[in-house]
């Protein structure tokens, strides 16, 4: 019997240093069976204080009546499925006749507190069946992302939901995308890992660095083209123009409308043309698009305008072109000048690390949703790289994206520098390297594009 204390005070000592130091740890060795265990035990109860369940059906109170039994107690939502995950557990919902979706996310935070876990989300699957993720422990205190994710060409996971799953950047579901972030609030990683998910992609990566390129040009091996200040940027924006003109010039005669061509095999951007025939896509990174806007007299202000007018023209008519707009700053509203507006109302996909106040929030989420914004201003400084992201449908999930050094980041792109394309467009804009002043052009070959 003394064994057996021994044994059981060993066992929760290590339970208890492992949560202290390790949760995930923990959550994987006892955790998952002790969460596992609350719910199934709990259900019913918690369900029932949680405004969850619905009165019998009449027919069942008359049957009960009839023959003289007890009356049926509420019943619950019907539990589907119950799937343990490596961050939490995953619980899928039958809805009784008479509930919401909405009373399930109404409740969470009762549920969280029931079930005793660190947070639970909910969306709705299909009509009348809903998922609720649970999570057992602080996932965005130390984000570790899963070694395998569902990445394609245009889809890059870049950072990791409180609900414990992965968070991707689509750019063929999102094609451009506002993040905005003040300093030292971990703007610069979330890009960092962007560049890093799309380094070993068929990508081109074009960037605008105004604050004299100490963001991107170390990371130059993997771009096309690089721009250092506003007149170069003015100038590199006018090329992605004219380069998506050409876009177009050659969708429009690869479109092939004829009455015996299927409508699915009508070319309507380039994803829709032939793999031997599709322009690679780019990707233009704006570090600070501020730098951009800001003028002190009439030649700076020209070439704003012009600058501007760019932006606009790539945000309305790049995505068929395959030119994908990703635009940081730490303010970016119309303050900033005409024109901008109209180019935030352009950029679907929303990311907004801490801000320094209420206004820089509503930039972002002011007319998405009010919680959004509630959540981004709450986000405490310690808290470097915890972002709330969103979009236009207005749904919004708090994120964190991995830490990823500079040197980690430069050290990506350099072993996948031999993918960077050379786009004829581009070819004055790309960034000189050392041993290749001659010919800043001849680093990469083109390479086609994959779906």
């Avoid at 780019?282 to 932006?311: F, P, Q, S």
Wanted: charged letters at 25%; glycine letters at 6%; proline letters at 7%.
């Amino acid at each position: 019997m003394t064994g057996f204390v021994v044994a059981l005070v060993l066992v929760a000592a290590v339970a208890g240093l492992l949560r202290w130091r390790r949760p995930a740890w923990y959550w994987l060795t006892f955790g998952v069976t002790l969460a596992v265990a609350r719910v199934l035990v709990r259900y019913s109860s918690v369900m029932d204080a949680c405004g969850l369940t619905v009165p019998p059906a009449r027919w069942r109170l008359a049957l009960a009546r009839a023959a003289n039994r007890p009356i049926p107690e509420s019943r619950p939502p019907r539990i589907l499925r119950l799937r343990p995950t490596r961050t939490g557990l995953v619980l899928r919902l039958k809805l009784r006749p008479g509930q919401d979706a909405f009373d399930i996310a109404a409740a969470s935070d009762r549920l969280r507190h029931s079930f005793s876990m660190h947070g639970v989300t909910s969306r709705e699957l299909s009509s009348g069946v809903v998922e609720v993720r649970m999570t057992g422990y602080d996932v965005l205190k130390r984000v570790q992302m899963p070694a395998e994710t569902d990445s394609r060409l245009m889809r890059v996971p870049v950072a990791l939901r409180e609900d414990g799953s992965v968070h991707y950047r689509d750019y063929r579901a999102i094609p451009h995308a506002l993040t905005l972030g003040a300093t030292e609030s971990g703007k610069s990683v979330y890009q960092r890992n962007l560049v890093a998910g799309l380094a070993p992609r068929n990508v081109a990566l074009v960037g605008i660095d105004c604050k004299k390129g100490v963001e991107l040009f170390p990371l130059a091996r993997r771009f096309s083209a690089l721009a250092d200040n506003p007149d170069t940027a003015a100038e590199l924006l006018d090329a992605l123009v004219a380069r998506m003109e050409g876009v177009y010039q050659l969708i429009r005669a690869e479109q092939r409308i004829t009455a015996d061509v299927p409508d699915t095999e009508i070319a309507a951007d380039i994803w829709d043309l032939p793999e031997h025939l599709r322009p690679i896509p780019v990707v233009v990174l704006v570090d600070e698009v501020a730098e951009l806007a800001l003028y002190a007299n009439k030649e700076e202000e020209k070439r704003r305008d012009r600058v501007i007018t760019a932006l606009v023209r790539l945000a309305q008519l790049g995505r068929a072109a395959g030119i994908y707009l990703e635009i940081c700053g730490q303010r970016f509203g119309s303050e900033l000048g005409k024109g901008i507006t109209m180019l935030r109302a352009q950029l679907t996909g929303r990311t907004a690390h801490r801000v320094n106040d209420e206004t820089s929030a509503n930039m972002a989420f002011g007319v998405i949703s009010p919680d959004a914004v509630l959540a981004a201003i709450q986000i405490p400084a310690e808290m470097r790289g915890v972002a709330i992201a969103g979009d236009s449908s207005g749904g919004w999930h708090r994120i964190r994206a991995p830490h990823t050094s500079l040197r980690q980041a430069v050290n990506l792109c350099n072993r996948y520098a031999e993918r960077t394309p050379d786009l004829p467009e581009l070819a004055p804009f790309r960034p000189v390297l050392p041993g290749n002043a001659d010919s800043p052009t001849s680093a990469a070959r083109p390479i086609p594009a994959s779906a």
